[in-house]
T-cell receptor, first 114, second 114 residues
Framework: DAMVIQNPRYQVTQFGKPVTLSCSQT?????MYWYQQKSSQAPKLLFH???????NEADTPDNFQSRRPNTSFCFLDIRSPGLGDAAMYLC?????????????FGPGTRLTVL | QKEVEQDPGPLSVPEGAIVSLNCTYS??????FMWYRQYSRKGPELLMY????GNKEDGRFTAQVDKSSKYISLFIRDSQPSDSATYLC??????????????FGKGTKLSVIP
């Protein structure tokens, strides 16, 4: 089945230690998104790629970076995680079209910062 | 005022009850309205979407949109314990640069008690 895969599902890191989360998709969608979701809160868009074009949200901290080496893969790098970065990180994909754009989500990576 | 307001609950109902979940919004640019279901420690999955005012039915689920009042609802008939999850409303607007952006509500946590 076509899907969005995130690895790892659970990640524990130390304060200030860089961490990379990965997302892959078999849907061949051209748009990929990274969201941060804290407990009992709405998912918050960090950035998205439209093909190779990177679009950063204005309030996304510089501590968060992303890479998309090809259509199928996208990475979220947190350069110096703080305690406030502990959250669920969701990857989503969509195929852009002039009309409804449905986003398909992966299962998420739950990040713990010690 | 947040763009999308959703009562976080929690909401607890007996099995078989009719459930009503609601969101209000302030941005007239929203064109598409979606409901996502998120089970604990999983990514959101799309339940239903609509773009016009009125009702859309899918099995036990009915999505209702009232654009004049900027109000959307999701009704669940004959609720089942398996419906226990957090329900997120989401709305999308075209942002230019070929992409749509989703804005989520905080989610309503629903528990259906057998």
């Amino acid at each position: 089945d076509a899907m969005v895969i995130q690895n790892p599902r659970y990640q524990v890191t130390q304060f200030g230690k860089p961490v990379t989360l990965s997302c892959s998709q078999t849907l061949n969608h051209n748009v990929m998104y990274w969201y941060q979701q804290k407990s009992s809160q709405a998912p918050k868009l960090l950035f998205h790629y439209y093909d190779k074009d990177f679009n950063n949200e204005a309030d996304t901290p510089d501590n968060f970076q992303s890479r998309r080496p090809n259509t199928s893969f996208c990475f979220l790098d947190i350069r110096s995680p703080g305690l406030g970065d502990a959250a669920m990180y969701l990857c989503a994909t969509s195929r852009e079209s002039r009309g409804l754009v449905t986003q398909y989500f992966g299962p998420g990576t739950r990040l713990t910062v010690l | 005022q947040k763009e999308v307001e959703q009562d976080p609950g929690p909401l607890s109902v007996p099995e078989g009850a009719i459930v009503s979940l609601n969101c209000t919004y302030s941005n007239s640019a929203f064109q598409y309205f979606m409901w996502y279901r998120q089970y604990s420690r999983k990514g959101p999955e799309l339940l239903m979407y609509t773009y016009s005012s009125g009702n859309k039915e899918d099995g036990r689920f009915t999505a209702q949109v009232d654009k004049s009042s900027k109000y959307i609802s999701l009704f669940i008939r004959d609720s089942q314990p398996s419906d226990s999850a957090t329900y997120l409303c989401a709305m999308s607007a075209y942002t230019g640069a070929g992409s749509y952006q989703l804005t989520f509500g905080k989610g309503t946590k629903l528990s259906v008690i057998p």
